[in-house]
């Protein structure tokens, strides 16, 4: 949409069944905050929304477990979410619930207005129930043996063991993991949304209308019409939740997806009288961030309810991310197999906006992607504080012990080349940044900000002021050379502080500190601009915006991952009462087929040339003879080989991996390495010499 007049932006209710982890901040609270602070910036008219979704089964069978009450349940979670967001510098307008009276009343009564315009099919069908806990069950709730391959402990949609789709009747010896109930089938009436009435209006509306969207949230949403939708229940047996507002419903609520994203308009009610104006009005740009679980609800299911139920506006778009693993496991919440932000921002006091650098710098934006805590170390280390954090500590030391700190006079008449590569670059960035950011490519805008203070740090050290300073006496041009690279970096940082705003905001605050300068200052408007500290004003000393993270604070993080795990695991044992030696600890990755390992293609290929990149401990940069070809790989190897001493080795590189930006090299393949115990490297090369590029099989 080009202009819009106001913005809505959304977040993903997270489920108030527990606290929030660091994927789900990536998945999209992060990116949403970025994009909205990026706006506000813009003096753009934007309101963010979001909120805690309170209902649905998982929590009744919590409080069921502990003995409290479902509200007891959320109000616990929704005050720990709430402060995480807080913590974390999520700048929401509004933080709500889905327990509140107004999103009761307006979601029912979005439901009665569907209901009174005949839109939803009633039928009545069999289900599982409970007879002990006195509940109808999900397949999820029903546990038995599984027919395929025997284990004891299969879900009634899936077993976790062999990976086979399930129903609750293929299940051998089915029981409730409520009360060990043997489950029985009962009837019962729920009403339908007819999906399918509105495939061809989807299929026009998306697949004709939304090219532009995210390749992985259009590939999802033409996997999902290409299959042909079915009508779906909107109401389940419960007593928690939105009531059914009709007559004869006692018993039913509302299915938590129906009214989970009605939340977005409730917490809006609340936030505005003039709620309408978002939701109703064609000109509002509305913008959903969530993690890609939630593509079908928010990309199908919830824009087919608003364009039946009528007189609301459609998503615009829907950047869904993929998922954020952690060392190089799928995030667990059952095995705690998680960072908590929770337990985040009390390990590391202070460190909110290292691990949103993080968060941003390694998004899973087109694919899943891996956060280790040596990765979050060295990014901290050697990007933040070597990088970022070293300019403007430079600027500021030298600024003080060469201008008697203040902002120096800058003289146009002896600006050589340098000075104006600079000045250029600074406005290149700004560009580039703007463009990423409205293209939700927020990795890349992170990239640019970063870059632009690694341009400062090498103008700098090809300027060295420090060394012109020794010439005062005999050069008369010294210090007015002098002036002009500190005038400049000086305005660089005024600029970086407002570039990195939106991603670090707390960091930007500690720079206009030191800078002595309000807020207006980060107006997006000031970007660009080399005048933005006046010549002859005093500034503050220096502070440090960036710590040093050490070694063993990472290693206490992981020791602390993986005892999580250990402890967790006991637990299960414990609950499932199987001895140890049943389950044996398997690091195998779920099974695939042949077609999926044909899709890679493994190469042998000589490496002729190595060497370390600049300010990145673990990596090498290898140049990569494939036969065919000379590559350019950068690998994670730079600690356990000497660049010198694997130059002329044959090794097996993936050669149709696709192509990836390390510290701002192009990096096309990946070569083989096994992992020992003990964490050491190991090339995979072929036993004797043979051709390059011949193919591994
Ligand atoms: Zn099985």
Not at 215 to 238: E, H, I, P, Y
Request: glycine share 6%; net charge neutral; with cysteine.
């Amino acid at each position: 949409m080009e202009n819009p007049k106001r913005y809505l932006v959304t977040a993903a209710l997270p489920y108030a069944n527990g606290p929030v982890h660091i994927g789900h901040l990536a998945g999209c609270y992060i990116p949403a905050d970025i994009y909205v602070r990026y706006l506000r910036a813009q003096k753009r008219d934007v309101k963010f929304v979001g909120g805690s979704d309170e209902h649905g089964v998982p929590i009744t069978i919590r409080a069921m477990k502990e003995g409290i009450t479902p509200q007891q349940v959320v109000d616990k979670f929704h005050s720990i979410i709430k402060a995480s967001m807080t913590q974390m510098g999520i700048s929401f307008d509004i933080y709500s619930r889905t327990s509140n009276k107004v999103h009761h009343e307006t979601a029912s009564a979005f439901f009665k207005k569907m209901y009174d315009d005949g839109l939803f099919e009633e039928k009545e069908t069999e289900q599982f129930y409970d007879e002990k806990a006195r509940t109808f069950l999900a397949d999820r709730y029903i546990t038995g043996t599984c027919p395929v391959c025997g284990n004891p402990n299969a879900y009634g949609d899936q077993c976790e063991k062999c990976g086979s789709t399930l129903s609750p009747e293929q299940l051998i010896d089915p029981r409730s993991t409520l009360s060990d109930a043997v489950p029985v089938k009962r009837k019962t009436k729920h009403w339908y949304f007819p999906l399918q009435n509105y495939e061809p209006w989807l299929k026009t509306w998306i697949l004709e209308g939304h090219t532009e969207w995210k390749n992985n949230v259009f590939g999802q949403c033409k996997s999902w019409l290409d299959n042909g939708l079915q009508s779906r229940a909107m109401t389940r047996d419960s007593n928690w939740g939105i009531k059914v507002p009709l007559p004869d419903a006692e018993g039913k609520v509302l299915y938590v997806w129906f009214d989970a994203p009605i939340g977005y308009i409730s917490a809006t009610k609340e936030l505005t009288e003039q709620w309408a104006d978002y939701w109703c009005q064609e000109d509002t740009k509305l913008v959903h961030f969530i993690g890609k679980d939630n593509i079908v609800f928010h990309c199908i299911i919830f824009p087919a309810m608003l364009k039946a139920h009528g007189g609301f506006v459609l998503p615009d778009n829907v950047p869904a991310n993929e998922f954020l693993n952690i060392e190089g496991e799928k995030v667990s919440t059952s095995r705690n197999w998680a960072v908590w932000v929770n337990e985040y921002v009390k390990d590391f006091p202070g460190c909110e906006d290292v691990l949103r650098y993080v968060l941003c710098a390694n998004a899973p934006e087109t694919k899943d992607n891996d956060f280790t805590w040596k990765d979050f170390q060295d990014r901290n280390n050697s990007e933040l504080v070597n990088i970022f954090g070293n300019f403007v500590n430079r600027t500021w030391v030298l600024m003080h012990k060469l201008c008697g700190g203040k902002v120096p006079k800058l003289h146009e008449d002896i600006l050589d080349e340098k000075d104006k590569i600079l000045i250029e670059e600074i406005q290149t960035a700004k560009v580039k940044i703007e463009k990423n950011i409205e293209e939700f490519k927020f990795r890349d805008a992170l990239f640019e900000v970063i870059d632009l203070s690694r341009k400062g740090n090498k103008y700098m050290q090809e300027k060295e002021p420090w060394i012109v300073a020794k010439q005062l006496a005999e050069n008369p041009l010294a210090q007015k050379s002098i002036d002009n690279c500190l005038h400049l970096c000086l305005q660089l940082t005024a600029n970086l502080a407002i570039f990195i705003n939106p991603f670090l905001p707390t960091t930007a605050t500690k720079m206009l500190g030191m800078m002595k300068v309000v807020d207006k200052m980060l107006d997006w408007n000031n970007a660009g601009k080399i005048k933005l500290l006046s010549i002859g004003y005093s500034l503050r000393e220096p502070q440090l915006l960036f710590r040093k993270i050490e070694d063993a604070e990472i290693a206490a993080q992981v020791q602390k991952l993986k005892s999580g795990l250990v402890k967790t695991t006991e637990q299960k044992m414990e609950e499932t009462k199987q001895p140890a030696e049943v389950q044996p600890a398997s690091n195998l990755k779920p099974e695939i087929v042949y077609d999926d390992f044909d899709k890679i293609d493994l190469k042998v290929g000589t490496i002729v040339t190595a060497e370390k990149v600049e300010k990145a401990d673990k990596l090498l940069k290898l140049q990569i003879d494939l036969g065919f070809e000379v590559r350019t790989v950068v690998s994670g190897i730079a600690l356990h080989y000497q660049p010198e001493a694997i130059v002329g080795k044959q090794v097996v590189v993936v050669a149709n991996l696709a192509p990836r930006k390390m510290r701002g090299i192009e990096s096309n393949g990946m070569i083989l390495m096994s992992e020992d115990k003990a964490g050491k490297l190991h090339f995979v090369s072929p036993e004797s010499i043979t051709d390059n590029g011949s193919g591994v099989k």
